[in-house]
């Protein structure tokens, strides 16, 4: 499978505006907020074939009601639509559990 390219840092932003759960940090798209426990774990366990599909893997750290994600495509350097496809998954699987 082809790899998508690096995204424009406008790319980025414009997506940012209607996406409010994440900020970019350092180059990497960042999740980092308070949730229930059980969300967090479900949505890791969850995650696991959308990352597989996606061949692209998240930095996920589920903490006692508290949820980081860091995303970014290592091979790119940056930001891609690997990431924003995943970003989106995490919203949708968030917002309908919380």
């Known amino acids: 499978m082809k790899r998508p390219a690096r995204l424009d840092e ?3 932003a414009s997506w940012l505006t209607s996406h409010p759960n994440w ?10 907020h308070p949730i229930r426990y059980e969300v967090g774990c479900a949505l890791a366990t969850a995650s696991v074939p959308v990352a597989e599909d996606l061949d692209h893997h ?13 995303l970014w495509t290592h091979d790119k350097g940056g930001i891609t639509q690997l990431d924003l496809t995943f970003a989106e998954f ?8 919380h």
Not at 23 to 32: E, I, M, N, W, Y
Not at 90 to 97: I, L, M, P, Q, Y
């Open 10 to 12: 406008s790319d980025v």
């Open 23 to 32: 900020v970019l940090a350092d180059g990497h798209l960042v999740f980092d």
């Open 58 to 70: 998240p930095f996920l750290t589920v903490g006692y009601n508290h949820l980081h994600i860091d």
């Open 90 to 97: 995490v919203d949708t699987f968030v917002s309908a559990r």
